[in-house]
């Protein structure tokens, strides 16, 4: 049974057209997790929500939002996509925070930008 | 500034044969995480390393841990093709973060 879930897998947006990326999880898990990673990179976190704490790194864009209604879902939105924003991006979860459970991954959505 | 260093970072090998993947780090970090990702695909937990000493096997695949060193290893042995993938490590920090290594690319030939 999937336990994160993103949709799309495969979006495909013009430049400067806002875009919103879904995950969702049924491993009732407090933290959420968005991660950009581009090829043969290592993620790199882009925010993340402790319960309904929101915490956004310091070098993540602005242009670069999210969102999450509840426990099970949480958003990304892309207000005005560049060509540098393609890219996949990773949901994951974790019980606790990184540094005492694991992270669980989503399968991805791979972002294109024409 | 916590950093992540693994090598080698490409690494092809014959079926049949050992190799180990070392993992750095340069700040004390107790909890030690091992990843694989298919291409195009998400990413795979494998370990979780909480301790100095500690060591967790999978098949093929044996991760330890030396915090003293700061160095993990993920060994594999009698490699087979579809241990392919690029591996990644993981280190936290004290809060949520996670500081990656760059992977390594693994591909096993026939």
């Known amino acids: 049974d999937a336990m994160v879930i993103q949709n799309p897998r495969y979006q495909v947006t013009q430049f400067g057209k806002p875009v919103t990326l879904s995950c969702s999880q049924t491993l009732n898990h407090n933290v959420m997790y968005w991660y950009q990673q581009k090829s043969s990179q290592a993620p790199k976190l882009l925010f993340h929500y402790y319960d309904k704490d929101f915490n956004n790194e310091a070098d993540t864009p602005d242009n670069f939002q999210s969102r999450r209604p509840n426990t099970s879902f949480c958003f990304l939105d892309i207000r005005s996509p560049g060509l540098g924003d393609a890219a996949m991006y990773l949901c994951?979860?974790?019980?606790?925070?990184?540094?005492?459970?694991?992270?669980?991954f989503g399968p991805g959505t791979r972002l294109t930008v024409l | 500034e916590l950093k992540v260093e693994q090598n080698p970072l490409f690494l092809s090998m014959q079926e049949g044969k050992n190799y180990t993947i070392y993992c750095n780090y340069s700040t004390t970090s107790d909890r030690l995480y091992w990843y694989r990702q298919d291409p195009g695909k998400s990413l795979e937990s494998l370990f979780v390393?909480?301790?100095n000493g500690a060591v967790k096997q999978e098949g093929r695949l044996m991760a330890s841990l030396d915090t003293k060193a700061r160095l993990s290893t993920l060994h594999i042995t009698a490699a087979v093709h579809d241990l392919s993938a690029t591996y990644f490590c993981a280190v936290d920090l004290v809060n949520y973060q996670l500081i990656w290594g760059a992977g390594t690319k693994l591909i096993i030939k026939p």
């Open positions: 390393l909480l301790s």
């Open positions: 994951a979860t974790s019980r606790g925070l990184a540094g005492l459970d694991t992270q669980y």
